[in-house]
């Protein structure tokens, strides 16, 4: 690689990062209210709304997640099994915060800020 491209794909890696990290978090934390307060609101409460409106939006948003952990983990040249359980870690709560932390520390000893 010339020393032109190297600052070229930091950018690019630190970019995909970016992505992958806003949607991660926001994955989480939809994931959790609709599994901590929308569903016992649901059939507890007897308020099937929340549901709808946070589980509709957690899974569009799960969906764009995806694209993202595959856009990282193809520049970061993550094996597949890793890939597969940062893909799978938006489903269970609160595990794409922890998926994320690892992410971002793989992200630094790369030396991307982000």
Do not use: C, N
């Not at 990290?21 to 929308?38: H, M, P």
């Not at 946070?54 to 597949?80: C, E, K, N, Q, S």
Request: charged fraction near 10%; hydrophobic fraction near 55%; charge should be positive.
């Amino acid at each position: 690689m010339t020393s032109t491209s190297t600052p070229t794909l930091q950018r690019g890696l630190a970019a995909a990062f970016l992505r992958y990290r806003v949607l991660a978090f926001t994955t989480g934390v939809l994931l959790v209210l609709l599994v901590f307060v929308a569903i016992p609101l649901k059939y507890y409460a007897g308020h099937p709304g929340p549901v709808a409106v946070i589980g509709t939006a957690h899974g569009f948003i799960f969906m764009v997640y995806l694209v993202t952990a595959v856009d990282l983990g193809i520049r970061l040249r993550w094996p597949w099994l890793k890939l597969g359980l940062v893909m799978l870690a938006g489903t269970v709560p609160f595990a794409s915060f922890v998926a994320e932390r690892r992410a971002h520390a793989d992200v630094r000893a790369r030396g991307v800020t982000g």
